[in-house]
């Protein structure tokens, strides 16, 4: 009932204070009394921060509390901030003279915190109580009237106006109450004697001793005293000084002399023999700190002091004599402990935001960090700063909260943590720090493209490889991490334009591995190009392309086709010589082709029936048939030959053709259309005609190419070789020459076997592959497979 009576006159004041520290700190205070209903309003966060409900709402608003119970927390819909635990502030703040709840409100994109401090203002719910219910006072009939008693001092667990304020005592013709106020030290009273005893009249005079608290309505509590009448010591023990006043450090050992008492008895013998002792006062048993010699009066520590536990100390001493019965004298004295420099800072971290985005800009919110030093005065101040060169700094807010923001650049694939030491040192002489080790994680962000070890990769396949074998393996790498760096290869854009490079090969699109999906035939495709880009799986996603030029490499898989007027084996050709034939005498030229390429295609020509036949000769680069020696009367008249045209491959493929070689007597009788003997003059006019063309065509590619390589030169930037080499011409030992632009290569041979040589050319494309080979002879030009260039 008292309680309810009380909450009546509960009241809640509201005091909005804003202190900007920057632009990310403010502050609330408010008031509120203890023991509180749950939801009971103490001011309104959008209305005290200025701040719209919208962007409330959208900023994700949140109480944040350094306490174990969350006394507070904000409504949602009407943004309130209400009582959400019961206070008990005797629990919350023991023996404290104000006691305040700190919280944040945290306000998220951008991140602000502004800090609250609620009053728990005092209420009466506490009434004043003794350490007994009921004490024994002897006191002698021969007592003056006008001695003094003191009385047991009453304990309120209340503050401020709430503590004890008087006390009464019932009405009884002997005693009165001296009631006392010592500044800020409470309230004390003394039993005075008004009227001298009478044991034989009344040997024992009951008491009642209340104690009436300062609150509205007053509480009170009692203390009943029995006084038991005595005769004989009539002095009682009196000190020189009724206070004493000491200071000692808190750091004195064990031990250490505070202060020596001194009290006087007037009284003679045993009656002014005086013992010290401690007086009870209120509920702290001070012997636990302090030891009195009771024949001395030397008061000393007893155990260590601590000057954040306890800064003062009232000691309530009392000499009291041997006399029958024995009196008392009392005296009070006052210990203030002196702060030394014995607490180093301590660091908390109230709140952690980690991983932090490797984009996080420039003052983003890491962490909240109080310091704290349980010292006072210069040994309690604190001065705190971020040890090392990382991208993080402290920011102050208040006193001693500061905020960890970012200061620099972050870049996880640099580093992906850091161990962010943070140091706080006090002004204590000597001074004292602590370090703190705050780890910071970095999250990932997509900025990376994809990276490929080359730009251009190029990749040869052997004509008639296996359908479905894997020919070339992309790789690719992204320095992101999870999904940021998983990547996802794709074909597009091929060349030439007409050529669809889904229908040739695939790609799988997690490994990278590209397979065939035809078999290649040189002779029909040679080369073909074209990209894969390789997309991470960000958000957005980041993509590259790399440019694969497939080379078809050629193998030896055609056999040479004999040209006309001559047949392939099994068919009958002939041609006629006549008898006195000369040396050399041209008889016939064998021409064949091979639709393979580079040294597939080069072709060499032999004599293989009949054996030891010594009559004839075959150029073997140009398959001129010519004799050896001259006609002689053992010679037959019919000679059949065979000539094998082989190729260079490995293995090599050949093919034969049969000529039957018919001696007649007559020239006049050589009339055959295989036949076809070249003439000196034309001869040398189509090999020139040749020739001219040739070097014609050299001289323009070379100037062509220098006029290139030059261009070239003068607007690369990159610092990179130009693709294409500036052409070369070699001569030969052997009077041939070769025309090479980088790594194509021409070969020009002229052979010594007639005088009409045919040209072979071997071009190599780039990157190089076994080249084509040309062959002209004569009036006949072999048509090319390949464009050369």
Not at 93 to 122: F, G, T, W, Y
Not at 140 to 158: C, F, K, M
Not at 428 to 457: A, M
């Amino acid at each position: 009932m008292y309680l309810r009576q009380e909450k009546e006159y509960v009241w809640i004041s509201f005091v909005a204070v804003f202190c900007l520290c920057g632009c990310s700190a403010s502050q609330i205070s408010y008031s509120v009394n203890e023991e509180m209903n749950k939801g009971t309003v103490i001011g309104n966060i959008a209305k005290d921060l200025n701040i719209n409900v919208h962007e409330l709402e959208t900023r994700n608003l949140r109480i944040v509390s350094s306490d174990s119970k969350k006394y507070f927390d904000v409504n949602l819909q009407t943004w309130n901030i209400f009582v959400s635990e019961r206070i008990d502030r005797e629990e919350l703040c023991p023996n404290a003279a104000k006691c305040s709840v700190r919280i944040q409100a945290v306000l998220n994109n951008p991140m602000n915190v502004h800090r609250i401090e609620v009053n728990v203002v005092d209420i009466n719910d506490n009434s004043p109580a003794f350490p007994e219910d009921k004490i024994y006072m002897n006191i002698s009939e021969l007592s003056s009237v006008g001695e003094r008693y003191l009385l047991p001092v009453a304990v309120d667990a209340d503050t401020g106006s709430n503590v004890v304020r008087s006390y009464k005592l019932s009405q009884n013709e002997y005693f009165s109450l001296d009631v006392q106020t010592s500044g800020g030290h409470g309230v004390s009273a003394e039993l005075v004697l008004q009227k001298a005893l009478d044991r034989e009249k009344q040997g024992i005079v009951p008491l009642l001793l209340t104690a009436v608290d300062g609150g509205k309505p007053p509480r009170s509590g009692s203390l009943q005293i029995i006084i038991n009448v005595m005769d004989t010591n009539d002095n009682i023990p009196t000190f020189n000084k009724s206070l004493y006043k000491v200071r000692i450090k808190e750091n004195a050992s064990p031990g250490t002399l505070v202060i020596k008492l001194n009290a006087k008895d007037l009284d003679d013998g045993i009656n002014c023999k005086i013992s010290y002792s401690f007086s009870q006062h209120g509920n702290i048993d001070l012997s636990r700190k302090f030891s009195i010699n009771s024949d001395t009066g030397e008061i000393s520590i007893k155990d260590t002091l601590d000057y954040e536990e306890t800064p003062a100390y009232e000691i309530r001493v009392k000499a009291t004599d041997e006399g029958q019965p024995p009196r008392s004298g009392h005296a009070k004295v006052l210990i203030e402990v002196i702060d030394v420099n014995d607490n180093a800072p301590e660091i908390h971290v109230t709140s952690l935001m980690t991983p932090v985005k490797e984009d996080a800009e420039l003052g983003a919110i890491v962490a909240f960090i109080t310091v704290y030093d349980k010292d006072g005065g210069n040994n309690g101040m604190t001065n705190c700063n971020v040890i090392g060169s990382v991208p993080f700094k402290l920011k102050s807010n208040f006193k001693n909260e500061y905020s960890l923001v970012v200061d620099g650049p972050l870049d996880r694939e640099i580093i992906s943590s850091y161990n962010v030491t943070i140091s706080a040192t006090d002004e204590g002489n000597p001074p004292l720090s602590i370090v703190k080790d705050i780890r910071v994680n970095i999250s990932d962000v997509n900025d990376n493209v994809p990276h490929f070890v080359e730009p251009v990769i190029n990749v040869y396949v052997k004509e008639n490889s296996q359908t479905g074998s894997v020919i070339y393996t992309i790789h690719a790498f992204d320095p992101d991490s999870d999904g940021n760096a998983k990547l996802v290869y794709a074909l597009f854009d091929s060349y030439p334009r007409k050529f669809h490079v889904k229908s040739a090969v695939n790609i799988n699109s997690e490994t990278g591995d590209i397979t065939s999906l035809q078999s290649f035939n040189f002779e029909e495709l040679k080369t073909f190009q074209f990209k894969v880009q390789a997309t991470d799986s960000g958000v957005p996603p980041l993509s590259s392309n790399v440019t694969v030029n497939v080379f078809i490499l050629d193998e030896n898989d055609n056999n040479p086709s004999i040209l006309a007027p001559y047949s392939d084996h099994g068919s009958v050709n002939s041609e006629n010589i006549p008898y006195s034939a000369e040396v050399g005498y041209f008889v016939g030229k064998i021409r064949a082709v091979d639709a393979d390429s580079g040294y597939n295609a080069l072709l060499s020509y032999h004599l293989s029936e009949p054996k030891g036949n010594n009559l004839f000769r075959i150029g073997t680069s140009n398959g001129e048939i010519r004799t050896k020696r001259r006609m002689s009367d053992n010679d037959l008249k019919s000679h059949p030959l065979v000539v094998l045209v082989c190729d260079h491959g490995e293995p090599s493929l050949s093919a034969t053709v049969s000529i039957d070689v018919v001696v007649v007597e007559r020239t006049a009788d050589i009339q055959t259309q295989f036949r076809h003997v070249p003439i000196k003059e034309d001869s040398f006019s189509v090999l020139n005609l040749y020739l001219l063309i040739a070097i014609v065509s050299v001289s323009v590619i070379f100037l062509l190419s220098l006029i290139s390589l030059i261009a070239d030169k003068c607007h690369r930037t990159d610092g990179s070789f130009s693709r294409y080499s500036a052409p070369m011409i070699t001569t030969h030992p052997d009077g041939s020459w070769s025309y090479s632009k980088s790594t194509q290569q021409y070969d020009v041979c002229f052979s010594s076997d007639t005088l009409k040589s045919d040209i072979m050319v071997f071009p190599t494309p780039f990157p190089p592959v076994d080249g084509e080979l040309i062959s002209i002879n004569g009036s006949d030009t072999l048509p090319n497979t390949e464009k050369v260039g």
